[in-house]
């Protein structure tokens, strides 16, 4: 299971760390947030090195969508409602501006980048999206309503947001890593203070160490693994008929799909489902484009994980509290690509002791007190009292069994194993014990 991206582009290999290793900035974790952390700390002079557990951007990043959008979805009538205009208007502005940085950065490179307008739109229901237009209106960001698409479907409508992107996300990490002090094939298993040891015993410390691990690894700060859980979701690639999608499109419905083309394909994505329970896969893709691609044959398939946060922002700052130099990037709710783009230039500026306006809208330490946090606990507690052999090593929750990508994963928190028990996502940091059959 190779994605378009995986398969298009070579990224260069680095060495696995074999001494220990004193640097004044620690990356964990090498998919595009702690790629981009790098780039710009090198930018400004700062010694920082990145250590990724397998190879980088082979996780998420390299089974995005590799859509580059500040439309999250139907999210601004909701930021107004919870958060009030100007944090809201806070959101809006920290991703347009990352949108722009990477129209800037990309300008050089062969990546695809190529400006798409963006759509959310509803099969049902209109009235979401006149209340979308309207939050959109207070925050002075021109979306417009479109009830024209060239979507194969009928629609009611859609949110369309003006000149965003899309780009090879691989093609363009290949080109920012020049230069950059990385170390594969090196996991973190444990963080002290300034000092974190690797699976093969050797001791990196650092004055400053940023956590982009996807899903946080260290559970005795933060509360992550209460504030958080995870989503699969699919992907696949089709060779398209002659007509070709000029956007990029999301169903604002929450198991709804996303389109958008890539050159000679069209990429589905769908089928979602919190890990460690069942959803549709990638037989509810094939089955739409059965329906309204019949002539489209698949090339690729693959699957990706989200961190889902309490209230639809991402926790990007402090890991928690002023104690000590830890920062965190996480909870990017499927919107990885600007989301990192947002966190990079935010932890910069934590490193740097610089000052930035978008700090508190992002901040770990907002307020828990949602119900999504209730709903987290009380998962969590049911899984740990499931009857089960297997186990997951990040907590003990009860592994459920994948039969759609033949895997044990973990409902709590989303950790992943291979049939062997390989890990194969965080935040377990070591592989499990007797995952070799199923059942």
Known sequence: ???????????????????????????????????????????????????????????????????ITAQHGLLYEKLIRDWGEELAGMYLEANLKAVEDYRMLCGGIACAFEARDHYVYSRNAQGKLEKEIRALEKLHYPAVFSDALGLPFS????????????????????????????????????????????????????????????????NTHGFYFMKMYQQRSYVIALRQEPQILRGMFVDEAENGLSLRSAGEYLLLGGGGHRTGKEGGCWQELRSFAGKYYPKAREAYHWATQDCMTLDKIPYIGRYAGKGQEWYVATGFNKWGMTSSMVAARLLTDYVLERDNPFALVFS????????????????????????????CPHMGCALQWNSAEHSWDCPCHGSRFAQDGTLLEDPATKDGRNYSAEG
Request: charged fraction near 20%; charge should be positive.
């Open 364 to 391: 770990p330490s907002r307020r828990m007190l949602k119900p999504q946090l209730a709903a987290n606990m009380m998962e969590a507690a049911a899984d740990f009292m499931t009857f089960s052999a297997k186990r």
């Open 155 to 218: 629609v009611v409508g859609a949110v369309r947001f003006p000149n965003q992107a899309q780009f090879h996300p691989l093609a363009f990490v290949r080109e920012i890593v020049r230069g950059l002090r990385i170390y594969e094939n090196t996991r973190i298993m444990s963080v002290k203070g300034q000092t974190a040891k690797t699976a093969g015993g050797r001791t990196v410390t650092a004055k400053k160490i940023i956590f982009a691990t996807h899903f946080p690894i260290v």
């Open 1 to 67: 299971m190779v994605s378009l991206w995986e398969d298009t582009v070579c990224l260069p290999q680095f060495a696995a760390l074999e001494e220990d290793l004193h640097t004044e900035v620690l990356v964990v974790g090498g998919g595009m947030a702690g790629i981009l952390c790098a780039y710009f700390l090198r930018k400004a002079d700062v010694d920082c090195a990145v250590v990724e557990a397998g190879r980088i951007c082979h996780g998420v990043t390299g089974n995005t969508t590799a859509k």
